[in-house]
């Protein structure tokens, strides 16, 4: 009760625009359908289809006065479906992880098994930005990498690959100090504190300790990073630039384990721009090679702890080692863009295909219909990896078709 009054004071502050500059809302409606494998383990949950209805309501609010800026933003949720009861079943299976940030700034006003009522604190955080220096801190967010679907250097909370609402990352607490140098170069660090569990002390091996250094090297951009992330060491170099017309990122990251094995991940991906029949269009591959994968005979409940630990705090999203993405955004006219995307694994031949629909009426008002499934055979990284060997029951993304309407004030 305590955490819902503090998350509601946050919201009347918001709604008090006499306090700060104006409020900004953003209001999300929309539904989904999906459709699992009579031998996945949504079947074997009981829910084999289900139909979800959401609501969300984010109140975004800043005040800056000379080189401060105080920032904030909660979100309400409202879900009602099968999605709800599917959630926490799922949540029961799942090996437990550590809390994602320091403080629980999340609560549930009221749920049942179908539905659930939510208030997150979202963002709040303080800045100092004056000349070549900038302080924040607080609950926020940072993305780093040059991933366009993979994002293996984004270690904060990345989104998945198959995410379709990328609008706005969680809110984590941290603090994040950057320095500007005047030939466009600079250099960030980020402390992220996190618990081993919820309530619990502060724990250094669950925590983040990352530096990252931006270069200008004539044409191409680079970047370095070193980071203490939840135990382990990643050093992860990063380098860009033109070909023509088009634009490339290249990223090698090298894992030193607190258990004494190593791991490397590598990420390549090339993106051009043109038309096509009189529309526009930008179009890219991505390869994404990934260190901690393994092949598709090994079932679930036998995966290396390393990558079951990183699928479970969500760094990431796929247990196979190799996998080559390819998308375009096509502009049908200036309001309609469709936007498909196919992910393979280079390992099995399994894929994972997306599209996705945006129309806008007007700048402040979208309507999007996603559509997404997998192809594959049992047993493969998109057909379905086995929960445990011999149970013939697998672990696969649905089908999947959802509408959602999205307005901007």
């Given at each position: 009760?305590?955490?819902?009054?503090?998350?509601?004071?946050?919201?009347?502050?918001?709604?008090?625009?006499?306090?700060?500059?104006?409020?900004?809302?953003?209001?999300?409606f929309?539904?989904?359908?999906?459709?699992?494998?009579?031998?996945?383990?949504?079947?074997?949950?009981?829910?084999?289809?289900?139909?979800?209805?959401?609501?969300?309501?984010?109140?975004?609010?800043?005040?800056?006065?000379?080189?401060?800026?105080?920032?904030?933003?909660?979100l309400?949720?409202?879900?009602?479906?099968d999605n709800?009861?599917?959630s926490?079943?799922?949540?029961?299976?799942a090996?437990?992880?550590?809390p994602?940030?320091?403080?629980?700034?999340?609560?549930?006003?009221?749920?049942?098994?179908?539905?659930?009522?939510?208030?997150?604190?979202?963002?709040?955080?303080?800045?100092?930005?004056?000349?070549?220096?900038?302080?924040?801190?607080?609950?926020?967010?940072?993305?780093?990498?040059?991933?366009?679907?993979?994002?293996?250097?984004?270690?904060?909370?990345?989104?998945?690959?198959?995410?379709?609402?990328?609008?706005y990352?969680?809110?984590?607490?941290?603090?994040?100090?950057?320095?500007?140098?005047?030939?466009?170069?600079?250099?960030?660090?980020?402390?992220?504190?996190?618990?081993?569990?919820?309530?619990?002390?502060?724990?250094?091996d669950?925590?983040?300790?990352?530096?990252?250094?931006?270069?200008?090297?004539?044409?191409?951009?680079?970047?370095?990073m070193?980071?203490?992330?939840?135990?382990?060491?990643?050093?992860?170099?990063?380098?860009?630039?033109?070909?023509?017309?088009?634009?490339?990122?290249?990223?090698?990251?090298?894992?030193?384990?607190?258990?004494?094995?190593?791991?490397?991940?590598?990420?390549?991906?090339?993106?051009?721009?043109?038309?096509?029949?009189d529309?526009?269009?930008?179009?890219?591959?991505?390869?994404?090679?990934?260190?901690?994968?393994?092949?598709?005979?090994?079932?679930?409940?036998?995966?290396?702890?390393?990558?079951?630990?990183?699928?479970?705090?969500?760094?990431?999203?796929?247990?196979?080692?190799?996998?080559?993405?390819?998308?375009?955004?096509?502009?049908?006219?200036a309001?309609?863009?469709?936007?498909?995307?196919?992910?393979?694994?280079?390992?099995?031949?399994?894929?994972?295909?997306n599209?996705?629909?945006?129309?806008?009426?007007?700048?402040?008002?979208?309507?999007?219909?996603?559509?997404?499934?997998?192809?594959?055979?049992?047993?493969?990284?998109?057909?379905?990896?086995?929960?445990?060997?011999?149970?013939g029951v697998?672990?696969?993304?649905?089908?999947?078709?959802?509408?959602?309407?999205?307005?901007?004030f």
């Amino acid at each position: 009760m305590d955490k819902l009054k503090a998350i509601l004071a946050a919201s009347l502050l918001l709604a008090t625009p006499a306090l700060a500059d104006p409020l900004r809302v953003r209001l999300d409606f929309g539904g989904s359908f999906d459709w699992a494998a009579p031998d996945s383990i949504d079947a074997a949950l009981g829910f084999a289809a289900r139909q979800t209805l959401d609501a969300k309501a984010r109140l975004m609010w800043q005040a800056n006065t000379g080189p401060w800026r105080v920032e904030m933003q909660t979100l309400l949720a409202y879900q009602a479906g099968d999605n709800v009861g599917f959630s926490t079943a799922m949540a029961v299976l799942a090996p437990p992880s550590p809390p994602p940030s320091f403080f629980d700034l999340t609560t549930d006003i009221s749920s049942s098994a179908s539905t659930r009522l939510s208030l997150t604190l979202d963002r709040l955080s303080v800045s100092y930005a004056s000349g070549n220096v900038v302080l924040k801190f607080g609950r926020q967010a940072v993305t780093w990498g040059a991933g366009l679907v993979f994002n293996p250097s984004d270690i904060i909370a990345p989104f998945s690959p198959a995410a379709i609402d990328t609008a706005y990352k969680p809110g984590v607490e941290m603090l994040y100090g950057q320095y500007l140098f005047d030939n466009g170069n600079d250099i960030a660090a980020v402390l992220v504190p996190r618990r081993a569990v919820t309530d619990g002390p502060l724990d250094w091996d669950q925590s983040t300790l990352a530096l990252r250094a931006s270069l200008l090297l004539g044409a191409l951009d680079g970047t370095a990073m070193l980071a203490q992330d939840r135990g382990d060491t990643l050093f992860n170099l990063a380098l860009g630039g033109p070909l023509g017309g088009a634009a490339w990122n290249v990223e090698l990251g090298q894992w030193f384990l607190a258990d004494g094995s190593t791991a490397t991940n590598a990420l390549v991906n090339i993106s051009n721009s043109g038309s096509l029949a009189d529309m526009n269009i930008t179009y890219f591959a991505e390869y994404f090679r990934n260190g901690f994968g393994v092949n598709t005979a090994t079932p679930l409940d036998a995966l290396p702890p390393a990558l079951a630990s990183r699928l479970a705090t969500g760094q990431l999203f796929n247990t196979g080692q190799d996998f080559l993405a390819l998308g375009a955004q096509l502009g049908i006219s200036a309001n309609v863009t469709l936007s498909p995307v196919v992910i393979a694994s280079l390992n099995d031949g399994s894929v994972f295909a997306n599209v996705k629909l945006t129309i806008s009426p007007s700048d402040n008002f979208d309507i999007s219909v996603n559509t997404s499934k997998s192809f594959g055979p049992d047993g493969t990284e998109f057909g379905g990896r086995e929960t445990t060997a011999g149970s013939g029951v697998y672990l696969r993304a649905p089908t999947t078709v959802s509408l959602r309407l999205s307005r901007y004030f």
